[in-house]
């Protein structure tokens, strides 16, 4: 006799993680008589939590009966756990792979017919992963600049190419999409990286853990090249960026030197708007993104936190068309689009066809740039998944990537759309959940 679950209806041992979106299940038994089954969590003191239930997504608890028929099945529901306790949002995601374990008791005489392990895989703030979780990405993201394939990332946020993706609507939407990008490629480095996440920089904060030699690095004196442990896989990180060269050290230092400037120590020196007042910029999209003059105007959250936390720094991260080669750029638009996301939540904005989710709703005008040109508009593709290269600059380069799948899913799809960034948890609808989530950022 055997009894298997199947995490989103799929046998593949790859679609085995989760995030805080209820997923369809099915427990399927081969014995010839009727079943009572209890699922519940094997582990309550330790690793990531998971809630059921056998409708969606409500009434999810921490254990489920079910019955099943003789030789059949039977449908549910499960979630990574999350609560509210005194006001305060408390979570429970995995530190390690695999560390979620769904027990399968019997109902009638209590003893164990099986396990399920799983993982509840989340975004977490860098600050607080464990040295297993930190090692794991840094592994993942040297094995992807190894492999050649992290070049593309820098070709795809050039200045030549910045029209695209900065000082308008689609600002964030593309970034959420480039986030994404990146992760799916660091899960895919390795079978022992599927775990992997990218963490986020809360730049309003101090991060003692993040910038550490054995992290993010830091700069040396003078010249401002960034020092890393002999353990750290970073220590022969290359910078590469098109037409300049792939032989630098990465270069960071503090804004005009100052200690004060130190985010160990303190936060991102430029940032004014902490979270409460980033998610206060304004309770509509069109407000809240107020696309700024420049990357350092204050209008809206792509000036401030997103410029000012950016030019908190000397090097390539303070500069558009050479950030990405500092991999702290993915930790600081983690924290971004989290800003977005935790926005989103409070203000209960995932309708794709809502203004005031995203204002830019149809389709773009190709004759036309910036706001009222294509790559803006939810039904538009973005740049440069869709491997087109624009007419006003006929010679920027097109980076030959398109958007990975997952073994969880085939969305946004190859060519992601701008709406396709928006209902990302599938709040709107379940089946819009791109399978990434916030660990302090709840489904309910």
Same mark, same amino acid.
């Given at each position: ?102 027990? %399968?008791?019997?109902?009638?005489? !209590?003893? +164990?017919?099986?396990?399920? =392990?799983?993982?509840? &895989?989340?975004?977490?703030?860098? *600050? ?121 050290? %990465?270069?960071?230092?503090?804004? !005009?030197? +100052?200690?004060?400037?130190? =985010?160990?120590?303190? &936060?991102?020196?430029?940032?004014? *708007? ?171």
């Amino acid at each position: 006799m055997s009894i298997q679950i199947l995490i989103n209806n799929n046998p593949n041992p790859e679609s085995n993680y989760i995030t805080w979106t209820p997923i369809a299940c099915r427990i399927v038994s081969d014995e010839n008589v009727q079943k009572v089954i209890v699922l519940s969590n094997k582990h309550k003191d330790r690793g990531g939590q998971i809630v059921f239930s056998a409708t969606q997504p409500a009434n999810m608890a921490d254990t489920l009966q079910l019955t099943i028929p003789p030789g059949g099945s039977a449908n549910f529901f499960i979630a990574g756990k999350t609560e509210f306790i005194n006001g305060n949002l408390v979570t429970y995601p995995s530190e390690n792979d695999k560390d979620a374990i769904i027990l %399968i008791t019997d109902a009638v005489n !209590n003893t +164990s017919l099986g396990e399920k =392990p799983l993982m509840v &895989r989340v975004r977490k703030n860098a *600050n607080q992963l464990t040295a297993n979780e930190r090692n794991r990405f840094l592994d993942a993201i040297v094995r992807l600049n190894q492999s050649g394939a992290y070049f593309e990332f820098q070709n795809m946020h050039l200045d030549d190419n910045t029209r695209e993706i900065h000082f308008r609507s689609c600002f964030l939407p593309w970034h959420r999409a480039f986030l994404l990008d990146i992760e799916r490629k660091l899960q895919a480095t390795a079978p022992e990286n599927r775990g992997v996440t990218v963490p986020y920089w809360k730049f309003d904060e101090p991060a003692p853990n993040v910038f550490i030699r054995a992290f993010m690095g830091v700069p040396l004196p003078g010249n401002g090249a960034v020092d890393f442990t002999n353990t750290n896989p970073l220590i022969n990180w290359r910078v590469q960026i098109a037409g300049i060269g792939s032989n630098l050290r %990465i270069r960071r230092s503090y804004h !005009n030197n +100052s200690s004060a400037a130190n =985010p160990a120590n303190n &936060r991102a020196i430029g940032v004014q *708007n902490n979270e409460r007042q980033t998610l206060n910029l304004g309770n509509i999209f069109a407000i809240f993104a107020r696309q700024p003059v420049n990357q350092f105007d204050a209008g809206g959250i792509e000036g401030d936190p997103h410029g000012s936390a950016h030019g908190s720094f000397n090097g390539e991260i303070s500069e558009i068309g050479k950030a990405p080669a500092d991999p702290l750029f993915f930790l600081l638009h983690c924290n971004v689009d989290r800003l977005w996301a935790k926005w989103q939540y409070v203000n209960n904005l995932f309708r794709p066809n809502d203004t005031n989710a995203y204002p830019r709703q149809g389709n773009g005008n190709p004759a036309s740039n910036r706001e009222s040109g294509i790559g803006n508009f939810t039904n538009d593709t973005m740049w440069s998944w869709n491997r087109i290269s624009r007419t006003q600059n006929p010679n920027r380069p097109v980076p030959g990537t398109e958007m990975p799948d997952s073994p969880l899913t085939n969305l946004p799809g190859r060519r992601p759309t701008v709406g396709s960034m928006i209902d990302y948890q599938g709040q709107f609808s379940l089946a819009n959940n791109l399978h990434f989530a916030y660990d302090n950022v709840p489904f309910f």
